[in-house]
């Protein structure tokens, strides 16, 4: 049986919010030994699901309704003065796309970026496990798409492959060095990430959460137009 209602979900007791002081979380988990079809992923990633290592989620809080759900419509999105001034920054940057693995080099980048931009956030300290079970865990839609700069490593996204849809970004690591601050790393790999979307002709970048109030979030505000689900129904802001 391959139906989306199929599923088994279940829901975690309230704990801290991760992005919103003094509240209260729910998250909403597909069973994870579950072995999902392409059809499941899809209709997953439509109803604002999204993976973080082995375990498949999205909020089911009662009583706040902050996180939602984003994505860019690949073949409507044309990137702003600020995103051309990065792409131009950066023509010197070549870009591979690979399976997730852990090794030194990726660690050693990883590490440095948790250590030097949230040693605040529950991420810290890292550790070669942590790394492994939420970056390198098996998904056979998961890919690294890696930047360099020569033989230098400096930037890393995790993202999923939405079969026929789009691609999910789930977590991005660069080189915190302060000689890359001007090259905007970040921004730099999900204007790529749209980039390889369209060349697969698929129609969605999604970017996770975005929450109003939430700084973190800001940046994903930027990538227009951009759709966010709300009341189950994709609405487009231009």
């Not at 940046?219 to 802001?237: D, F, G, H, Q, T």
Request: charged share 25%.
């Amino acid at each position: 049986m391959s139906g989306f209602e199929t599923l088994k979900f279940f829901a975690t007791a309230p704990h801290p919010c991760s992005y919103l002081d003094g509240q209260e979380a729910t998250t909403l988990f597909v069973e994870p030994s579950t072995t999902l079809t392409s059809e499941q992923v899809v209709k997953l990633a439509e109803s604002g699901f999204r993976r973080s290592g082995r375990y498949t989620y999205r909020p089911h809080c009662a009583h706040c309704t902050a996180c939602i759900s984003v994505r860019v419509p690949v073949t409507s999105f044309q990137p702003k003065r600020r995103q051309i001034r990065t792409l131009k920054k950066n023509k010197d940057v070549s870009f591979i796309a690979c399976s997730p693995v852990l090794d030194e080099a990726r660690y050693d980048l990883y590490r440095r970026y948790i250590e030097v931009r949230h040693a605040d956030g529950d991420m810290y300290p890292p550790s070669p496990s942590q790394y492994e079970s939420f970056l390198a865990s098996s998904s056979d839609h998961a890919f690294f798409l890696e930047a360099r700069l020569g033989d230098r490593l400096i930037a890393v996204t995790l993202f999923d492959e939405i079969p026929g849809n789009g691609l999910s970004a789930i977590y991005s690591f660069f080189d915190p060095d302060p000689q890359f601050d001007s090259r905007s790393l970040g921004r730099l790999m999900v204007l790529q990430l749209i980039e390889i979307a369209r060349g697969l002709e698929l129609s969605y970048v999604y970017l996770g959460y975005w929450i109003r109030d939430s700084k973190k979030m800001v940046y994903k505000n930027e990538y227009r137009p951009i759709e966010m689900l709300i009341n189950s129904r994709w609405i487009r802001a231009e």
